[in-house]
């Protein structure tokens, strides 16, 4: 990590760069003797460049480089842990001022989340012409989670807050200062529906000024279907993937506390009509837990809930979490559970996990801590 990265963490009430809109950021250098068109310059060095350190901003007057220097940090969150695994993936735990506790517990004391930066597989690397291909990163909406799935670390403390749009933002910053990004996915801590404001204020950020686009942005819901509708007239500029983890209702009022009582039936109903809104197809995921939801009976049952619908399930082998009482499948029985859907008509793939050997579960990190 860079210098200007690991004294970012700012004061509780400290103003920091990615914090500022662009007509705050020019009031700001105008105050420090700048000129109002350099804050455009700030911006594009950071979102587009990825110069986090004021010094390499060449561009910009010495005087006015000391001045941001001193007066404004680029992030207001604290690297606290960096964990590496064999793979090449990279988890980051970032904790954020205590303050702005809307959206939770205002007695929350633990603002932390994770970021996690998975490289192509060396296979992968590269593409047809040669050049090398960016990373996916994972980035978090919420210090916590409300949802309570029980198989899952991250809602185990509960929900602090909302994160702010230019804390998703800086997630994207700092992940790309492990290396280039081409896809992003938000499946990290919290629920990203539950803060949809502050996301989509911050994915505008990071498609208009660190130009990954649209279609490289997958967001991860468990599928509110009266959120999902109302979003989906608002033409969003990203892909989408509901949680759904099971076919039977009983088992998800289970595996998805947060939806308890709402008829599988109405979230995928509220697929439908995303399909049908926007014109972009519908990612189904299932964390397949070992002797839980992995039977073939399982798959069946799933074929026949989503037959016909123009979707792809995306089949996720769950990473153990030492503190809970679930159970990673063996990759015969995943293979068998994808190769009963295939067989049913549908579209599945295995997402087989990065990082295992580094706190890979979701929130495993932040736990530990």
Known sequence: MAESTERAGADEDRVTLLQLSLDELKERVQDMGGKAFQAKIIRRNVLEKGRLDYAEMTDLPIALRDRLLEDLPVFSSTLVDEVGARDGTTKLLLSFPLGRARGGDANARDLSVETVHMPPLPHMREDAEGNERGATLCVSSQAGCPVGCPFCASGLLGLARNLEAHEIVEQYVRGREIGPLRRSVVMGIGEPLLNFENLNAALGVVRDEMGLGGRKITV??????????????????????????????????????????????????????????????????????????????????????????????????????????????????????????????????????????????????????
């Open 220 to 369: 991860s819901t468990v599928g509110f279907p009266d959120r999902l509708r109302k979003v989906a007239l608002l033409d969003p500029r990203f892909q989408l993937a509901i949680s759904l983890h099971t076919p039977d209702q009983d088992q998800r009022d289970y595996l998805v506390p947060a939806m308890r009582g709402v008829p599988i039936e109405e979230v995928l109903a509220a697929g439908d009509h995303w399909f049908e809104t926007t014109g972009r197809e519908i990612t189904y995921e299932y964390v397949l837990l070992g002797g839980d939801n992995d039977s073939l009976g399982h798959a069946q049952r799933l074929v026949e809930r989503l037959r016909g619908r123009r979707c792809s399930v995306n089949i996720i082998p769950y990473n153990p979490t030492p503190e809970l009482p679930f159970g990673r499948p063996d990759a015969g029985r995943a293979e068998a559970f994808r190769d009963a859907l295939v067989e049913g008509g549908l579209i599945a793939t295995i997402r087989w996990s990065r990082g295992l050997d580094g706190a890979a579960a979701c929130g495993q990190l932040r736990l530990s801590r």
